[in-house]
């Protein structure tokens, strides 16, 4: 296997198409689809399917457990799982034809129970040591950590991970925010890439207005995001990449600031693009690409995602 992907917030999404939605009444649609999902499930489908070997390692518990586990085998999807006696999440997007709208609804995951973090990191421990157990197996190249984690579980988990698979030579991509995040960088990932609305509030946290829960984004705040990254880079060896829809991208690597392009596409369904670029851009480093070389890889799959309506996919 090469890449090892870690979430702890896994999701079944549910996709609803309205042609139009009117609030305070009842709407009615025959379009309708169920996914596994969650931000690492997105990423492993969209390495999957541009023919990675990929696991996904994530806490699992409740009676949809086994649908789940069911929608993952029907993707080819390789999971591992620890027991965590918490019911799977659902989160639902709202699609609307007449104007290309799409509304996200997330539920909160539940608490993970007592003894669920011992056991995920034993888990992880004998995937790191010992993958001799999957078929053709080679050692992993790379660990790819990504979104937020269910309650319950402590302010370690996520650099306790991240300093183990660092001392084993991994690769180690981190699409997380807040605490998790800046607790990891004291083990020197090698690229951070959440959106820019998380690096700010994670970095930045004057630029975010929290009554509207957005990031003003002024000329002013672009230069504060830009030395951020910088300095942020410069203090922890890192590269780091910020995705922000449909503009452009802003990434250092070393002391250089740049930017890149997307793909324009008609976007259908939004949801899980961030994933597949990051699925993108380390399919591409795997196989040599340069920064640049692999960030426009990561662009063209998260395109490729928006133009389709299931989450995480690039086909």
Known sequence: MSFLTVCLNPTLQKILIFNSMVSD?????????LDVSGKGINVTRVLTQLGK?????????????????????QDGLNVE???SESQIRFCYTL???SDNGVTELIEESEPVAAGTEARLLEKFDSLL?????????????????????AAG??????????????????KIILDIKGNDLINSLQHKPDIVKPNLFEFASTFAPELIDNEKNDLVYSEKAQERIKAAMLD?????????????????????????????????????NTTGCGDAFTAGLASALYDGA?????????????????SLLRPGVIR
């Open 25 to 33: 009444t009842v709407n009615r649609t025959a379009k309708h689809r």
């Open 53 to 73: 070997k990929a696991v996904h390692l994530t806490q699992l518990g409740g009676e949809l457990r086994p649908l789940f586990l069911s929608l993952c085998k």
């Open 81 to 83: 799982w620890a027991e």
């Open 95 to 97: 699609l609307t034809e």
């Open 129 to 149: 040591c010992d993958a001799s157990f999957l078929r053709n197996a080679q050692s992993f190249k790379f660990l790819i950590i990504s979104g937020t984690k």
């Open 153 to 170: 579980f402590s302010d370690t988990l996520i650099p306790n991970m991240v300093q183990k698979a660092k001392e084993k030579g991994m």
């Open 232 to 268: 942020t880079a410069k203090e922890h060896g890192c590269s780091i990449i910020l995705t922000n829809g449909k503009l452009k991208i802003l990434a250092v690597e070393g002391k250089n600031f740049f930017e890149t392009d997307i793909h324009s596409v008609k976007a259908v």
């Open 290 to 306: 340069d920064f640049a070389g692999a960030i426009k890889e990561g662009a063209r799959c998260g395109s490729l995602n928006a």
